[in-house]
């Protein structure tokens, strides 16, 4: 059934691109809706799976007894709960998750749980916390850590931890946080206008944004800035003329050992996006008004006036390599 959904899937957006080559520009905003609604009904898969609560209910029970069993026993957590962030999976939600769990829970295996140890389960991904000792060292777990990371970047799944240290207490607070990245018909884009450019990257970017409050709370840690233009460098910290900047976005990805950011001039938004042979574009009437795609980058010019050149990074793709 799936095989069969997914042709009919891909013979319509075959045939919305033959549209967008026959049909005048001035249909485009039209047919950018068609596309925008057609990939998120594909997405939701509301027609396939919106009688599918019974699987979904019998697919969590059987999940919540091998989880458990798996914190409680192999673990030896002395407490474990489970918690469902969303009523009901479509198969598409379920594949991902059971996809990333094996790395997800290989890393969670090099940490010593001493307490009630907390899995929330979503449709965004999965979410742990618990509490560890203040003398808990990953040194020579290092190696197997970074293998599993490379593996989630693989699968479009992002990783960050968080460590919270309470005066006069023996033990800290742990959370990780798996966030899943799916094709949702959006980017995260900045633009630069001095270079006709605008730069999208997965929306799960948006996730990471940090403001200036958050941004002197960060430690020291690799920093890459994108210049305006498209220059790189590379600091042990955020700037301090950055730190207070409403110029720049800073998107900061706290890794476990290493944690980076990106800073990249110009404030980033939302906005939708489109697969046009399998390259992401940007729809005609977004507020930036850029075109183009992540090949080879010409810049066109139409009707003696140049227009902005739409760049894609697979930020996935890079990382995992």
Request: charged share 25%; net charge negative; aromatic share 12%.
């Amino acid at each position: 059934m799936e095989e069969i959904r997914q042709k009919h899937f891909n013979s319509g957006i075959e045939a919305l691109e033959d549209a967008y080559s026959l049909a005048d520009r001035s249909v485009y905003p039209v047919l950018d809706n068609l596309f925008y609604q057609f990939s998120s009904l594909n997405s939701s898969q509301n027609l396939i799976h919106k009688h599918t609560s019974n699987i979904s209910r019998f697919l969590k029970s059987g999940f919540g007894k091998i989880i458990s069993e798996y914190f409680v026993k192999r673990m030896d957590c002395p407490q474990f709960n489970l918690i469902w962030e969303n009523d009901d999976f479509d198969f598409m939600t379920w594949d991902r998750i059971l996809d990333v769990l094996p790395q997800f829970l290989a890393v969670v295996s090099a940490f010593k749980f001493s307490q009630k140890v907390t899995l929330i389960v979503g449709k965004e991904g999965i979410k742990l916390r618990g509490k560890i000792g203040y003398d808990e060292s990953l040194g020579d777990k290092r190696e197997k850590i970074y293998s599993m990371y490379r593996k989630l970047f693989a699968k479009n799944a992002m990783l960050t931890f968080d460590v919270n240290r309470q005066e006069h207490e023996t033990k800290m607070d742990l959370t990780l946080n798996l966030i899943l990245d799916t094709f949702t018909g959006k980017a995260f884009c900045i633009q630069l206008p001095e270079k006709n450019l605008t730069l999208g990257f997965p929306a799960i970017f948006s996730n990471f944004s940090r403001d200036i409050e958050e941004r002197v709370l960060i430690s020291d840690h690799t920093c890459i800035e994108i210049t305006e233009d498209l220059n790189v460098r590379r600091y042990s910290s955020i700037p301090k003329d950055l730190i207070t900047s409403n110029h720049h976005e800073i998107i900061y990805f706290p890794f476990i050992f290493r944690p980076l950011s990106f800073i990249i001039p110009g404030m980033g938004k939302l906005l939708p996006i489109r697969l046009q042979h399998g390259r992401c574009v940007l729809f005609e009437q977004t507020p930036f008004s850029a075109k183009g795609s992540t090949g080879s980058g010409t810049t066109s010019q139409e009707q003696g006036q140049q227009e902005d050149q739409f760049h894609y990074v697979d930020f996935f793709g890079l990382i995992s390599t």
